[in-house]
């Protein structure tokens, strides 16, 4: 089936190929060979090229945080979740009430992330509404990388953000080698579904690409609407797609770290409107990442999300069915898996909470079963023997912690305990911490020689 899916996808990009509407993409692929016409923008792309792509195209990529310990290694079956972008609406934390998103709760978002374990890395969340487009870039990685030390990944606007973002990363690294050796950003473009690289996606890309950044080359498409309404001809479309952006990048320096990318999903044929809770979407994912195990390329996919407008039940329900599936797959980079609800348009401060223990519970099961001498307990067995327990044997003192997952959020005292306590849901929970972990959470602080060339430089950042 993977192999089907390969030669379907290496045909389509043959025959039609893609529409690449960026001037400098177009003559870099008739530069390399491909078959290009320059009066519709069709190219295609040669297995030729498609190969050596892929062959050059890392199948590690390390993408770091400022603290090593939140570096993340993509590659095999290695599994990391953590948030997604871009949203323009909050569910206020005091108010519960949904309300356009600002600059401020970039920074919150942030704050929670570097607090909450599970959540692996801080993929931009949101679009702060109060900020002009010209600043949007600058504004959304600076006050994430000023409030977490985990690792940044976010889509851009433009290509002065993306050199105006580059020059602060580096800043902050101690120089241009050293954001090489452990960059601590990357960036989103996006392929257009179908079979599109448009003019400023495209360029970009090239940009992204050319600077020797880790960049993901994503596409959506939703089945029934801009791919075919079954799973298979969806991860088809979608790995033509992302492959189209892979081999741009490679064209464009050959060698940089890059991402295979997909966010597909479905339309609801009943409405015509996006979903992003869905069960399919987990299948499209999980199958996207077994077509990246197959070139060995990581692979950021999508999964997690709910369309429930509040965090509840269906919320939950929804928000494992796809983070399990994806992450069960071994997905190296699974984003949007913390903190949105209704069709990835919103975010929660306490769904973020919730979430971060959804993500704990995925890892545990990635983890599995470790089968050795030891935890098999054969001679543990035999010592206790018929009829006796094994609460106080030193074998269960030295693996219980290690071998369960202990919730932070989920209740398991008894009635007559939680009642004492108040009686809490876990959405209530999850509020309380949320409100702790912001006002006394004091993230990893950027050294002040970086911070005085960054408020000179950049003083619409308001530092």
């Known amino acids: 089936n993977i192999k089907a899916v390969h030669e379907t996808s290496a045909n389509l990009l043959q025959n039609p190929g893609i529409r690449c509407d960026n001037k400098k993409a177009l003559e870099l692929f008739a530069q390399n060979g491909a078959e290009v016409n320059k009066e519709t923008k069709m190219v295609k792309i040669p297995r030729g090229m498609l190969e050596d792509a892929i062959a050059s195209a890392p199948s590690r990529v390390t993408l770091c945080g400022r603290e090593e310990k939140n570096d993340l290694i993509l590659e095999g ?28 709760d970039m920074k919150d978002f942030a704050k929670l992330v570097d607090a909450l374990d599970n959540i692996h890395f801080f993929m931009l969340p949101l679009y702060p509404n109060d900020i002009e487009v010209q600043n949007i870039d600058v504004n959304r990685f600076f006050w994430a990388l000023a409030n977490t030390s985990k690792h940044i990944m976010g889509g851009v606007y433009t290509v002065d953000g993306i050199r105006s973002v580059i020059d602060i990363a580096e800043k902050i690294s101690g120089g241009p080698e050293k954001l090489r050796q452990r960059p601590i950003v990357s960036m989103v473009t996006c392929v257009m579904s179908p079979l599109v690289i448009d003019d400023t996606y495209g360029g970009l890309l090239m940009e992204v690409a050319g600077q020797g950044i880790p960049v ?125 609800l209704e069709f990835c348009t919103t975010i929660s401060y306490e769904q973020m909470v919730l979430d971060d223990e959804m993500i704990g519970i995925c890892m545990r099961a990635v983890k599995g079963i470790e089968v050795t001498e030891e935890t098999l307990a054969e001679e543990v067995i035999r010592s206790v023997g018929a009829g006796g327990n094994f609460l106080a044997n030193p074998h269960t003192m ?33 509020i309380e911490k949320a409100k702790l972990i912001l006002s006394e959470h004091k993230p990893l602080q950027i050294a002040d020689e970086a911070i005085n060339y960054i408020k000179v430089k950049y003083p619409q950042l308001d530092i």
């Open 216 to 340: 993901v080359c994503p596409a959506e498409p939703l089945a029934g609407a801009t791919a075919p309404s079954t799973i298979a001809g969806t991860v088809a479309i979608s790995n033509a797609e992302t492959l189209s952006g892979i081999v741009l990048a490679q064209l464009t320096n050959k060698g940089t770290p890059t991402i295979y990318g997909t966010v597909s999903s479905s339309m609801d044929m009943k409405t015509g409107s996006y979903l992003s809770g869905n069960i399919e979407m987990g299948l499209i994912n999980a199958a996207s990442a077994q077509m990246a195990q197959y070139y060995e390329i990581p692979i950021y996919a999508t999964a997690g999300m709910s369309d429930s407008k509040l965090p509840d039940a269906q919320a939950g329900y929804e928000k494992m069915a796809t983070a399990m599936i994806t992450a069960l797959a071994g997905a190296n980079f699974i984003h949007d898996a913390a903190g949105f």
């Open 77 to 104: 079956k290695r599994t990391h979740l953590g948030t997604g972008g871009t949203v323009l609406n909050a569910l206020d934390l005091e108010t519960g009430e949904r309300r356009p998103t600002v600059r401020k």
């Open 398 to 430: 030295k693996h219980c912690r290690s071998e369960f997952f202990y919730p932070t959020i989920g209740d398991r005292q008894s009635r007559k305990l939680w009642e004492k306590n108040g009686a809490q849901d876990a959405r209530q929970r999850s």
